[in-house]
Structures are given as C-alpha cells and as structure tokens.
C-alpha cells in the first residue's frame, strides 16, 4: 500500500491516480491531508468504477500511482483546477472518449444516484445489471419477503441455506421466550410513572365506585364536579391509599382533613373504594 505524505502547510491540492498500465489517470479528485491515499482502500464504496480498478491492480501485484497537479491552493482554487483537469481528459460513460471514473464534472460534491441520473447517463444497460443482481440475491426467497431479503451482503435463508437448519430450542429456552411474550411485551420489565398510573386508572372505564362520607360516587369526576376542593386525581390518590395513617403534612396539605384526623387512616374516616 502507497503511503503519501503532505506538507503540513498545504491546505488543499489537486491529484490524480495514475494506472501504471497505460501511465493515465483514472481518477482527479481535490482534499487535503491524507484525502489522496484514502482512495487506494479497496473497501470503499464510494465508487464502485474505482474501486474495481484498484481491485484489479492489485490482484496484478500492482498499486496506482499519487501525482499531484497542484498544492499550496484555496478550496475554490482547487475547485476551480480540479475541474478543469476533469474536463481534459473526460469521464466513462458521460464525456466522449473519457477516461476518469469520476461521477461529477468537478467543482462540487458526487452527485446523489437518482432516477433522473441513472436514465441521463447510466442507461438501460446498467439498469439490467442492477435487476439481474436482485433478481439473483432474491431468488428462491418468498414474495412476502423480497421487500426484506436484501440488506448489503446478507439476506434472509432458507432450508438448508440456514444457519439453524436441523436444530431445535431447548425447553427452558423455549417456556423464557413464552414468558416474556406474555402481555404487553413493550413495556417488559419497565415502571410506569405514579403520574401515569393515576391517569389510567382515572381513565378506566371499570374503575370502581367510591365511598365519602358525604355519600357513595359513581367515579371521582362525579365527586371533583359536586366539590370544588379537591381533583379527581387528588382523590384518587386518598382512596388508593386508604390504609395509611394521616399524618401532620398530609392533614394539612389535604383539603379533606384536619388535624384532628391525625393519626386516623382515610377508611376509619369513610373514604375508600367501594
């Protein structure tokens, strides 16, 4: 692998990547830095034309070759050179006689691969590829699935293309994963908040009838709307936790108590669930 080494001082400049079979560029592009050698990674697939030649260099015991046109530049300097270097020597596919595997004229960012840009310059050759390569990872896979059998290099199996072909789940593995799909799955080991609880509770159409001492309510709204002293989720509270003992705090922040129910439980007081 080429490694390349740029001034500190250069800001931008201009390269290319030579093939040392033909001594021509392939690629012009514009960076700084280490922009340059990233190029020499078979792995990206930024551009796949590229990326082919490198491939097919190296499996020659060959490398491409880093030249640079022009450093020391601003970023519309380079620019500006990148794309006249491009315009000279012309890309596959998009200018007469090209050579570079450039996707854009230079001057900006790759264009994105969109449908009007795959009828404006790849064609219908590149279109039949594209399918031939679909319809070949898709074969043999369900039409309910073919939205979901290709994702990257991986897709989902069949039969004995599976990689759990001919096993089985053990039964403790099998009673874990019952027990956890019982009930609402989503919520699965999760607290809802007491604020949360109240307002199912206060929303559920079952809830139960209440007892007061000024007498027995459908529902705590029906009690909230008749006194004004006190919410429907206040009340739901004293009634949830009838069986607690009223303390100072509570007699004094609770409109329904004094202090002289201190030490009294909200039930001995006649307010509960009926």
């Given at each position: 692998m080429i490694k390349t080494k740029v001034i500190e001082n250069d800001k931008f400049y201009v390269y290319g990547l030579i093939n040392p079979i033909t001594c021509l560029p392939f690629y012009v592009g514009k960076g700084c830095g280490r922009r340059s050698s990233t190029h020499l990674n078979t792995n990206s697939k930024e551009n796949s034309f590229k990326t082919a030649i490198v491939k097919n260099l190296?499996?020659?015991?060959?490398?491409?070759?880093?030249?640079?046109?022009?450093?020391?530049?601003?970023?519309?300097?380079?620019?500006?050179?990148?794309?006249?270097?491009?315009?000279?020597?012309?890309?596959?596919?998009?200018?007469?006689?090209?050579?570079?595997?450039?996707?854009?004229?230079?001057?900006?960012?790759?264009?994105?691969?969109?449908?009007?840009?795959i009828n404006t310059y790849l064609g219908d050759e590149w279109k039949l590829k594209q399918s031939e390569k679909k319809s070949k990872r898709q074969k043999g896979v369900p039409k309910k699935y073919n939205c979901l059998a290709n994702f990257g290099e991986t897709h989902i199996r069949f039969g004995k293309d599976n990689g759990f072909y001919g096993k089985h789940h053990t039964g403790e593995f099998k009673e874990r994963q019952s027990k956890n799909k019982k009930g609402n799955t989503d919520r699965l080991g999760k607290k809802c908040s007491n604020k949360t609880k109240r307002l199912v509770s206060l929303n559920n159409p079952n809830r139960k009838t209440i007892v007061t001492p000024h007498g027995i309510y459908s529902s705590a709204e029906n009690f909230a709307n008749t006194h004004l002293n006190i919410s429907p989720e206040g009340l739901h509270n004293i009634l949830k936790n009838s069986d607690i003992i009223i303390t100072r705090m509570r007699a004094d922040r609770c409109n329904l108590f004094s202090r002289l129910d201190i030490g009294k439980t909200p039930r001995k007081l006649g307010w509960y669930y009926l």
């Open positions: 190296y499996s020659k015991d060959l490398e491409p070759t880093i030249v640079y046109y022009a450093k020391n530049l601003t970023n519309n300097e380079a620019l500006n050179f990148e794309k006249i270097i491009i315009s000279s020597y012309g890309r596959i596919r998009l200018d007469e006689n090209g050579i570079l595997t450039n996707r854009c004229e230079g001057g900006t960012q790759p264009p994105r691969i969109t449908r009007e840009y």
